[in-house]
Structures are given as structure tokens and as C-alpha cells.
Antibody, heavy 118, light 112 residues
Framework: EVQMVESGGTLVQPGGSLRLSCAAS????????MSWVRQAPGKGLAWVAN????????YYVDSVEGRFTISRDNVKNSLYLQMNSLSAEDTAEYYC???????????WGQGTLVTVSS | DVVMTQSPLSLPVTLGQPASISCRSS???????????LNWFQQRPGQSPRRLIY???NRDSGVPDRFSGSGSGTDFTLKISRVEAEDVGVYYC?????????FGQGTNVEIK
């Protein structure tokens, strides 16, 4: 069974940093692109970043470029999101998702909540 | 960024009746490989999103056949032939051809 479990979400002060993790299982992790998608409270879905199979290609939405870093460890079957210079606008549920083909994601984790507040 | 515009944003439906959600993209979604990367996701209350449809009209495994997707170019539609109680939630279209991938605003389907 394909499963992704996110962790690391918590309350953090503005300007702070946080690292999210996503533990994947039930599939050959190294074969898939992976994504981070976020959802602000009561709002819609918004793409954050994508990473290719071996981590050599990374894409970010403009609003996080230079502040967030997506990475992966194919030995540990894990995806990460390092978030720096956090602001209230980054408050959201962060989902890890598997890119199960071109132009799509097919499985999502349960999400981890990041709250940026003083 | 490609803007995905859904309508309506709120859709009250009677059980057993059909429902239709429109999604319009600000740019064409046809890839050079000939495929159109338009997806539909369902998010039930308190749950993570779930993919229903990919490449406009391909239904995911386990998705009831009352769900269908259609469209081309910049205009797409998700139809539910007979709404059931478990279909309550927010539905999002999403394009996966232009970076950043973008979602529609979401359509809230509720039972009248």
C-alpha cells in the first residue's frame, strides 16, 4: 500500500525555520518525482515545490524561491522541505505527494500543520 | 502563472441528481507529447485530497463510474451522474503542464 507520512509541523515564530519530513513506503521511492503542496486554513491548494527522482532537478513556486529547499534521501525513502524566513503567509497544512506520472500527483500524505505566529 | 477558474464555487445538489463543475484554464494544457494534463481532485471534509481523474478523462482505480471528466483545450468539466452523500466535499481541477502547477479555487459540493 502506498503511504506517505509527514512530520515536523509545529508552531514557529516569524523569521524562524522548520524542516518537514515525509516518510514514504509501499512503492519504489527512487522511481518517482515528489511534491510538496500546501493549504492555508480554510483556503485552496497551492503548489510549493517538485523534485525529480535523484534530486538533481528542483522547482519552486515564486513565493518560496530562495527561502524553501526541497530535498530527498532515496536510501531512507524520505522527502524533506527546509523552510527558512517563515512568515504568517506560510501558515498552512503541508502535504507530501507522489508524482505518479507526467503532470499529476496520485497519492497524498495526511499533511502536517505549520503555524507561523508570535 | 496559469490561472484555473472553476464555476460554480458552491454547488448545492439533491441526492440522486447530477452535478457539473466547469474548469477553464488561461492557457492551453496540451503537452508536446499530445496529452492534456488536466486533473480533478476531491477533498472530503477533514481529509487529504484524492485524485479522481487524470489526463482529462481517465478515472482512477476505485473511483465510482458516476464520476466522469471531459473537455479539451482550455475548457474542462467534471460530472457526477447521481450525487451520493459521500460525494460531499471540495473539488479542484489542476493543471500539470506549466510550472508552477496550479489548482482551481475549488467547488464546494453540498447536499441540499
Amino acid at each position: 500500500e502506498v503511504q506517505m507520512v509527514e512530520s515536523g509541523g509545529t508552531l514557529v515564530q516569524p523569521g524562524g525555520s522548520l524542516r518537514l519530513s515525509c516518510a514514504a513506503s509501499g512503492f519504489t521511492f527512487s522511481n518517482y518525482w515528489m511534491s510538496w503542496v500546501r493549504q492555508a486554513p480554510g483556503k485552496g491548494l497551492a503548489w510549493v515545490a517538485n523534485i525529480n527522482h535523484d534530486g538533481s532537478e528542483k522547482y519552486y513556486v515564486d513565493s518560496v524561491e530562495g527561502r524553501f529547499t526541497i530535498s530527498r534521501d532515496n536510501v531512507k525513502n524520505s522527502l524533506y522541505l527546509q523552510m527558512n524566513s517563515l512568515s504568517a503567509e506560510d501558515t498552512a497544512e503541508y502535504y507530501c505527494a507522489r508524482a505518479g506520472g507526467v503532470g499529476t500527483v496520485d497519492y497524498w500524505g495526511q499533511g502536517t500543520l505549520v503555524t507561523v505566529s508570535s | 502563472d496559469v490561472v484555473m477558474t472553476q464555476s460554480p464555487l458552491s454547488l448545492p445538489v439533491t441526492l440522486g441528481q447530477p452535478a457539473s463543475i466547469s474548469c477553464r484554464s488561461s492557457q492551453g494544457l496540451v503537452h508536446s507529447d499530445g496529452n492534456t494534463y488536466l486533473n480533478w481532485f476531491q477533498q472530503r471534509p477533514g481529509q487529504s485530497p484524492r485524485r479522481l481523474i487524470y489526463q482529462v478523462s481517465n478515472r482512477d482505480s476505485g473511483v465510482p463510474d458516476r464520476f466522469s471528466g471531459s473537455g479539451s483545450g482550455t475548457d474542462f468539466t467534471l460530472k457526477i451522474s447521481r450525487v451520493e452523500a459521500e460525494d460531499v466535499g471540495v473539488y479542484y481541477c489542476m493543471q500539470g503542464i506549466h510550472w508552477p502547477w496550479t489548482f482551481g479555487q475549488g467547488t464546494n459540493v453540498e447536499i441540499k
